[in-house]
């Protein structure tokens, strides 16, 4: 945890310090050493079944936004069930951030429990098998779009219109014909490859931002009524601004 109630005020770890959890009140220990991050470990098990192991990532992602917002504890009057929420905006979001594997029951849980939320995910563990492809697409809400489908290596489209249903070919065209209508109508988006993907994400009813480590995010996104998958470029300032964050200054060149 990077939060405890010391005398009922949420602090950061400090050797000296006495916690306890938010979510359950039990002692919270600091762990104030030279290797690690500082931070409150809970005495005995986790009381939140959804907690993971802090890393730096996580710890970045959540100095974003203010403290007040950082592991907010969630909890339904109805059911009795609690949860510390990363991050909660001022405008009543949840940000989860996930950096480890995670079961689809939980995923389905966790969406179900929050209800109104994003995920952003580590993405470093499996860059290597991702590839995002060059060529821009149109925004899949275009009109062009009404009557497009492209092809996923990119060479060019066919059009639903002029398909014959008793031919199982269909007519393509090259994209250069109709490049110019892309790049006005292109919002960002790209297919991609992924090999062994982690596919609990394809299970998400609640958008699913992909954090490289770089400036952008790739929101993950179905593109068209065939179920093609892309992404969609975004910086990662947007987001953290639109959802009452602020991104650190960066230093001024020499």
């Not at 009109?143 to 290596?153: G, P, R, S, T, V």
Request: with cysteine.
């Amino acid at each position: 945890m990077q939060l405890a109630l010391v005398d009922g005020v949420r602090q950061t770890a400090q050797p000296s310090l006495k916690g306890v959890c938010p979510g359950c009140a039990l002692p919270a220990i600091p762990k104030c050493g030279e290797k690690l991050v500082w931070h409150w470990a809970h005495k005995g098990r986790h009381c939140d079944p959804w907690w993971e192991n802090e890393t730096e990532w996580h710890r970045n992602w959540k100095a974003l936004f203010p403290v007040e917002c950082q592991e907010v504890v969630q909890y339904d009057e109805g059911t009795g069930e609690k949860h510390i929420a990363d991050v909660k905006t001022a405008n009543g979001l949840v940000i989860e951030l996930q950096h480890s594997a995670m079961p689809a029951a939980e995923l389905r849980s966790r969406e179900a429990f929050y209800k109104r939320m994003i995920w952003i995910v580590d993405a470093s563990p499996f860059a290597s098998q991702f590839e995002v492809e060059a060529f821009k697409l149109p925004d899949p809400k275009s009109e062009l779009c009404k009557d497009a489908f492209f092809i996923m290596n990119g060479v060019g489209y066919w059009r639903p219109s002029e398909r014959d249903p008793t031919m199982t070919l269909v007519l393509t065209h090259q994209r250069r014909d109709i490049e110019e209508q892309i790049l006005r109508d292109y919002r960002g988006h790209h297919f991609y490859s992924w090999k062994r993907p982690r596919a609990v994400w394809y299970e998400s009813t609640m958008p699913v931002f992909l954090d490289f480590g770089t400036e952008e995010l790739f929101w993950l996104q179905v593109y068209d009524s065939r179920g093609v998958r892309c992404v969609r470029r975004i910086l990662k300032s947007t987001l953290v601004q639109l959802n009452g964050g602020t991104m650190p200054q960066q230093p001024a060149p020499p």
